[in-house]
Each structure stands twice: as structure tokens, then as C-alpha cells.
């Protein structure tokens, strides 16, 4: 039987030279403004004729627009500039799709300074390489207009590289390899299961009974991040004084997420070992943070307090831990499972009576049975069951 294969990202940091990160950032910019100039194009023809305009519409202008352009966007590659067409597309394809839908349509939108992040790369052109070299150390990638950038590669890149993509993240520099292909590296199995309860008084509870701490990561930076706002708030607009603190802010919030992300890769690496087959809450973490502010005639109620809640499921992370969890489990050969979450709170995970007063905030008593347990190991126990069960009606 052939090897599962699947597709994985590979992010690296850059180490360019004073002078390729001014040419990186220039690369940035021109594509900034590419993006909304074929967004004006589109609103315009819309406007004016309503003529709707494609891709490849746009794709056609390129030549002439970089012949005319040799010192600006004739610098870069053709197939980067295609692929931040091929972006604004996908945002329009993604903006009727949600009018077809019923939910709100987010008209594409231009992008300002700061708001542009990355440039991507076909690997089959010749406008960005993959420089592999025997000592991990050695690795560049060639860009076009720009050279031979090092690259901090930690690890070995597996399978056939599809696109190469620079990112800026702050003042750091990152390319992102996306690769077909990767062969799935199977763990042996362990015999065990888990159901685990997501938090925020604890970041995760398993049904064995452990409890994975919320580190809150925002808040811990609160009070950092407050003072360099503050400090930014007082900067003239314009100024270098103001670039300098707006790159602070910058920085902070970077660190932030590099180290949410660092936890979830760390938990969710412990489960995928740990298990073969992991069953979790089906969460709407969209729903779940929507604004309780309501309008004048029908305003929100306990808007602080869910303003609170908001900030707190948001600084956990539960979706980039979910999503690292997917893929792990993926390239392990692990069985995730979603679960309804409806009533696993609730529910008592003893005789299965389910009421709302079972539950007092972190103490869990059943009023039928008498059961008593921390509230969220009965939720995990009720998630793994509900798991298991899903399971067996599948393989039925």
C-alpha cells in the first residue's frame, strides 16, 4: 500500500542583509500597490459600465505595465505579480460567495501601509529558488530583484515545493515553502484515548483528568503593551519618533503570537504521541467572540463582561491550537474526532442526566445520581464518549 502523503507548510526565518531587507520591503510596497490598482480597476469598470473584470484580464496588462515600470514593478517577478492578481481574485470569489450566502458580503478592501504582508511565488517559475545545501545552516533562497537570501532552516523540507511565499511578520523577516507530497510520518499506536474539554480557566482538561494551564499569553503582556501604546499615542504622525514606536507595539504583539503558537504545537504534539484517538468540542469560536454591543434600539446586554470573555477565548488561542491539532494528528495517523458540544457541560457523565443546575462554575454534581467531579474532567469524559460512539456508528 503506498504511503499517505499529505500537503504541509514549512516556515523559516530570514536573515537578509541591510540591503536585501530594503529591497524586500520595496517588493512589498509595489505589490501593495498593484493589489489596489487592479482593485480601483474593478470598482471603476463596475461603476462606470458595469463590467465586471477578470483575472486574466488583469494578467494580460502585466507586460505592458513592467515595460513601462522597468525601475518599479519591472523589478520583480511576473509570477509574484500574478499571484497577487490570482489574491485579489480570491478575495472577489470569496466576497460573492457570501452574497450568494446571505451573510455579510466584506467588499474587498484596499490595502494600506501595514496591511500588506506577503509576496508568493510559483516554484515552477524562475522568480524564487530553493537553494537546499547539505548543512541546513547554508540554505538560501534565491529571489528575483532581490538575490541569494540565508534562511535559518531548522529542520528538513519534505516533499515537492509548490510556492515560495515572503512574509514580514513586525520587523522579521519569514518564507514559507508550500509543499505536495510530504509523506506522513505514522506513530505506532498507543492503545489509549482522550476526550478533551477546552478553557479558559484551564487552557485544556483531558478525561484522564489533567489540566493543561492557560497561559495568557496577552494578558501577561498587558501591561507592556499598554505603555507602548500610550507611548505611540503621544508620537506626532509621520514621524520617525512615531515609526519607532509603532514597530514596538509591533514587536510585542509578534511575540505574543510566536509564543501562542509555541504552546499549541507543544500540547497538541503531547496528545498526537500520547493517543490514537483524540475527540474534542466542535466550538464556533466566530460565534462565540461576536460583539454583544447590539444597536440603539436593541443595545447588547453585560457588554464589558463579554467584552471580557471575548479577549480571554481569544488569547487562548483555542483555533490555532485546533488547527495544529488537525494537522498533527493527520501527518501521525491519529483519529480526531468533533463532537456536538451541546450539553457535555451539563451532562453527567455517570448516569448521562443532563441539567443545568449539575453545574457550578468549576464543581460538578449530578442532582439525579449524586456524581461528583471537577466540571470539566465530567466534560471531557462526556466529549470522549460521544467520540467513541461517533466512531463505532461510522465503522458500522
Not at 514549512?10 to 520595496?26: D, I, M, N
Not at 540565508?150 to 509548490?162: D, S
Not at 484522564?208 to 501604546?229: F, Y
Not at 496528545?271 to 469560536?285: C, F, P
Request: hydrophobic share 40%.
Amino acid at each position: 500500500m503506498d504511503a499517505v502523503q499529505v500537503r504541509r507548510a514549512y516556515k523559516f526565518r530570514l536573515r537578509p542583509t541591510g540591503r536585501q531587507a530594503h529591497l524586500l520591503a520595496a517588493m512589498l510596497e509595489d505589490h501593495r500597490q498593484l493589489y489596489n490598482a487592479a482593485l480601483e480597476e474593478r470598482r471603476e469598470a463596475w461603476r462606470i459600465r458595469r463590467a465586471p473584470v477578470s483575472y486574466y484580464t488583469q494578467a494580460r496588462q502585466l507586460p505592458a505595465i513592467r515595460h513601462t515600470d522597468r525601475d518599479g514593478q519591472g523589478r520583480w517577478s511576473a509570477g509574484s505579480q500574478q499571484q497577487t492578481l490570482r489574491r485579489l481574485d480570491k478575495a472577489f470569489a470569496a466576497f460573492f460567495r457570501r452574497v450568494k450566502a446571505g451573510t455579510k458580503p466584506g467588499y474587498p478592501r484596499f490595502k494600506g501601509h501595514g496591511w500588506f504582508h506577503t509576496v508568493e511565488w510559483p516554484a515552477a517559475k524562475n522568480g524564487a529558488r530553493w537553494d537546499s545545501a547539505p548543512h541546513l545552516a547554508d540554505t538560501r533562497v534565491y529571489l528575483l530583484g532581490i538575490g541569494h537570501v540565508r534562511v535559518h532552516q531548522h529542520r528538513p523540507v519534505r516533499g515537492r515545493i509548490k510556492t515560495i511565499a515572503a512574509k514580514r511578520e513586525g520587523n522579521r523577516w519569514y518564507v514559507i515553502l508550500s509543499c505536495d507530497g510530504v509523506p506522513a510520518a505514522a506513530l505506532p499506536p498507543t492503545g489509549a484515548v482522550v476526550g478533551i474539554d477546552i478553557g479558559i480557566a484551564h487552557f485544556l482538561t483531558t478525561s484522564h483528568g489533567a489540566h493543561i494551564p492557560n497561559p495568557r499569553h496577552l494578558a501577561t503582556a498587558a501591561g507592556k503593551l499598554a505603555a507602548a501604546q500610550q507611548s505611540l499615542a503621544r508620537k506626532r504622525r509621520g514621524s520617525e519618533r512615531r515609526h519607532k514606536a509603532v514597530a514596538r507595539v509591533a514587536a510585542l504583539h509578534g511575540k505574543v503570537v510566536r509564543q501562542r503558537v509555541d504552546h499549541a504545537h507543544k500540547t497538541a504534539l503531547r496528545l498526537v504521541r500520547d493517543h490514537d484517538l483524540i475527540a474534542y468540542e466542535g466550538l464556533r469560536i466566530t460565534n462565540m467572540t461576536r460583539s454583544a454591543r447590539g444597536t440603539a434600539e436593541s443595545p447588547g446586554r453585560n457588554v464589558a463582561a463579554k467584552s471580557g470573555l471575548n479577549r480571554s477565548i481569544l488569547d487562548a488561542g483555542w483555533g490555532v491550537f485546533l488547527n495544529v491539532l488537525r494537522a498533527k494528528a493527520e501527518s501521525a495517523g491519529r483519529v480526531l474526532v468533533e463532537v456536538n458540544p451541546a450539553s457535555t457541560s451539563r451532562r453527567c457523565a455517570k448516569c448521562g442526566h443532563a441539567a443545568e443546575q449539575n453545574r457550578m462554575g468549576e464543581r460538578f454534581r449530578c442532582l439525579a445520581c449524586g456524581h461528583a467531579a471537577h466540571a470539566d474532567i465530567n466534560a471531557a469524559q462526556n466529549i470522549l464518549r460521544a467520540g467513541l460512539a461517533h466512531q463505532a456508528a461510522a465503522a458500522a
